[in-house]
């Protein structure tokens, strides 16, 4: 999960003495307990896990190099010749953890997550996955005993830092597991991972005899003590389990959807508000134009008048509507030969133009030159057929419907 996550925001769950514990932490205090758990699963909010021993295995070792870049594939490949890892895991499988530097070699502590989650710690809202020892405050140079899940848990630590941690195969303290123990800190010591241990230090509910074999079994000044509460680890953990890397991919898919959706939401709502918005502008134009009409229409209702009134007087006002003008006009349109006027007056409204032609084409022709005359386009022309005479001549009729008021 990207990005910075405030302490605060953080829960962690944990197993000691078999049960689950979960804890928070408030600002600029120490981890808080919150209650006993059934399981890790019924905490909300981001989680940081502190994995158990059983679910890894720590290996510490000495490295030829004082080259930190070349530290990590030095240590994996070791690990992948004992078969602890595979490369195609590595990323999320393998923490490296270099805990001291001298100068031809490198202390290295390798924490190896196990295939095998326990499924009650496949959390999607899980944030981390530490070490259990990295969780907590280890005392400096000790070997530190306690009960996960009804079996005994060693650490051991080389100064404040865990050198070694794993669950053993004995659920009490018995003499196997005291010399269980003691191979373990034969082979630390052998190898000089560990400095000359301080005491031993024992943590939670143990009886008296158990105290008692483990101290005469390990020669060590014991310090019996409650378990302490955790602490978030300064450095990260690259730990990660592929169950848990399925659950988070399937979440930032399921945060993507519901972006999407709720993108295609806001844009649908934006269209919509639009589109009313739209129509309550246009409602608020049809109200102005129509109350502008309403204002205007007195206006507009008198310069009507004014213009009726004007058409009934064109044909009194304007020279070009004087019957003599328009006598003119036609009569310049006569051919000059084989055509004349018999009549030419104004009967309701209209102008009516009577004459004979030589023959019906001429009088066609002559209907279509008063059309075309720019003098007389203010009329609507018709002109009926022709009637032919004995004699051959065409008498015809051109009446002229005024497109402007009509006067009687």
């Known amino acids: 999960m990207a990005g910075k996550i405030e302490r605060s925001q953080l829960s962690l769950v944990r197993c000691m003495n078999g049960n689950w514990e979960h804890w928070n932490f408030p600002a600029s205090k120490r981890a808080q307990f919150v209650r006993r758990i059934e399981s890790p699963k019924t ?13 890894t295995v720590s290996y510490a070792t000495w490295v030829p190099t004082a080259d930190r870049q070349l530290v990590p594939e030095m240590v994996q490949l070791q690990l992948e010749k004992r078969g602890l890892v595979q490369r195609q895991s590595v990323d999320s499988s393998l923490d490296v953890r270099i805990l001291e530097v001298q100068e031809e070699r490198s202390l290295v502590l390798a924490i190896v997550l196990l295939p095998d989650l326990a499924p009650e710690l496949a959390l999607e809202n899980a944030v981390r996955f530490e070490p259990e020892p990295f969780t907590l405050p280890l005392p400096q140079d000790r070997l530190i005993v306690w009960r996960e899940r009804q079996r005994l848990a060693v650490t051991i630590s080389r100064g404040r830092d865990p050198i070694h941690f794993q669950v053993l195969s004995a659920e009490e303290v018995s003499n196997e597991s005291v010399n269980e123990i003691r191979c373990i800190l034969l082979q630390l010591e052998s190898q000089r991972m560990i400095n000359e241990l301080l005491g031993l230090a024992i943590w939670g509910d143990f009886t008296d005899a158990e105290v008692e074999l483990l101290q005469q079994g390990l020669g060590l000044k014991t310090f019996r003590e409650s378990l302490p509460p955790p602490s978030l680890p300064t450095t990260a953990s690259k730990l990660l389990p592929p169950q848990v890397s399925v659950l988070h991919e399937k979440a930032r898919r399921r945060r993507r ?98 004459g004979e032609a030589s023959t019906a084409a001429a009088a066609f022709k002559f209907n279509e030159d008063i059309k075309q005359n720019a003098a007389l386009k203010q009329f609507r022309w018709d002109m009926k057929s022709p009637s032919l005479r004995p004699d051959g001549r065409a008498e015809f009729i051109v009446e002229g419907e005024p497109s402007v008021a009509k006067v009687d």
Request: avoid cysteine; aromatic fraction near 8%.
């Open 257 to 354: 959807i519901r972006r999407l959706i709720a993108a295609a939401a806001g844009a649908y709502l934006f269209a919509v508000l639009a589109i009313i918005g739209y129509i309550f502008w246009q409602q608020h134009r049809i109200t102005e134009l129509q109350s502008q009409l309403s204002a205007e229409h007195p206006t507009v209702a008198a310069i009507q008048g004014t213009a009726d009134q004007w058409r009934k007087v064109e044909w009194a006002v304007d020279p070009k509507m004087y019957a003599v003008e328009l006598l003119h006009q036609v009569s310049d349109l006569l051919p000059p030969q084989g055509m004349r006027l018999t009549a030419f007056q104004i009967e309701k409204g209209k102008l009516i133009i009577r």
């Open 43 to 55: 905490v909300g909010g981001q989680v940081v896990v502190a994995l158990p021993l059983r679910q």
